[in-house]
């Protein structure tokens, strides 16, 4: 199934009295550009958490927002420098006598100088924490690609509308396109009559002339190519697979083949559904920048 590039999943898993909560948000890219944020206490996991988002993930600009709670009871252990601490106060004392200062060190800023007392958190065991974060990242992943998915059904049965009314635009340009040489076959024999009078005009030049003006305006190979382009894109939105840059490639083959067409018209009629043929591929086009 065709999906969406933009989404929002959310998970919260506890396991191991940790509390881990993933939450993504993504929106259109032309590749798969992660910004993983998350605190200290899981940043030697970053490499884990991309790899196992683009299992899920192919394409988009996704913003990762991960939290992390320890509500194990504090591990953290309380460090003394008894040496450091006594060259603090030798110094100090050095400094009182030298300037004449009162020394009225008190232990309280003793103990406040920096690495005289130092916190010591014990490490978690990283694969641990990998089992307990990877369960919150595939869940909302999973919620991710079920809100892709969501939306990929609302661009299909759009998109489909669409090429749905191109196939029209293209049956009127091809049912109209033979009377155009009619019409101008009609027009210059009735001025080369017109002119002549009772005069016999030369049959064959009014058909060389009718002959190169109908392979000038011909447009039965673009018609070919827009109708395989057509049954092509719609094909490819019924795929289960990544197919966003090739629908954008066939989008552009379509502009390409509605550019010659209107090249090539003398026609009002089919000049004027050139014009709306173009401006519905535009549309295409930017439906299909939203698929992954």
């Given at each position: 199934m065709v999906r969406s590039m933009t989404g929002f999943g959310r998970a919260e898993v506890v396991e191991n009295n940790r509390r881990y909560t993933v939450e993504l948000k993504s929106v259109n890219h032309r590749y798969l550009d992660l910004s993983v944020k998350s605190p200290r206490a899981l940043a030697c996991l970053e490499g884990n958490v991309r790899a196992e988002i683009k299992k899920y993930l192919?394409?988009?600009?996704?913003?990762?927002?991960?939290?992390?709670?320890?509500?194990?009871?504090?591990?953290?252990?309380?460090?003394?420098?008894?040496?450091?601490?006594?060259?603090?106060?030798?110094?100090?004392?050095?400094?009182?006598?030298?300037?004449?200062?009162?020394?009225?060190l008190r232990a309280v800023r003793l103990a406040s100088f920096p690495d005289v007392l130092e916190v010591i958190e014990e490490q978690d065991d990283e694969e641990e924490l990998w089992a307990g974060l990877k369960k919150a990242v595939d869940a909302a992943c999973e919620k991710m690609v079920e809100a892709r998915s969501a939306e990929g059904e609302n661009l299909v049965k759009d998109l489909t509308a669409k090429l749905d009314n191109l196939l029209t635009i293209v049956d009127f340009i091809q049912e109209r396109s033979p009377k155009i040489v009619e019409e101008y076959r009609e027009k210059i024999y009735a001025r080369v009559k017109e002119i002549l009078g009772d005069q016999t005009p030369d049959e064959g030049r009014l058909l060389t002339e009718v002959t190169v003006f109908a392979d000038k305006v011909c447009v039965d190979e673009e018609i070919v190519r827009l109708r395989s382009h057509i049954e092509t894109m719609k094909k490819d939105l019924s795929l289960d697979s990544d197919v966003g840059r090739k629908l954008d490639f066939i989008a552009q083959e379509m502009n390409r083949e509605a550019n010659t067409t209107l090249s090539k018209t003398t026609d009002l009629e089919i000049s004027n559904k050139g014009i709306e043929l173009k401006t519905e591929i535009e549309k295409i086009r930017e439906q299909i920048q939203n698929i992954e």
């Open positions: 192919s394409r988009g600009k996704v913003d990762v927002f991960i939290s992390y709670e320890n509500m194990d009871e504090s591990t953290a252990e309380l460090k003394y420098n008894r040496e450091l601490a006594s060259k603090y106060v030798g110094f100090v004392k050095e400094i009182s006598g030298e300037f004449g200062l009162e020394n009225d």
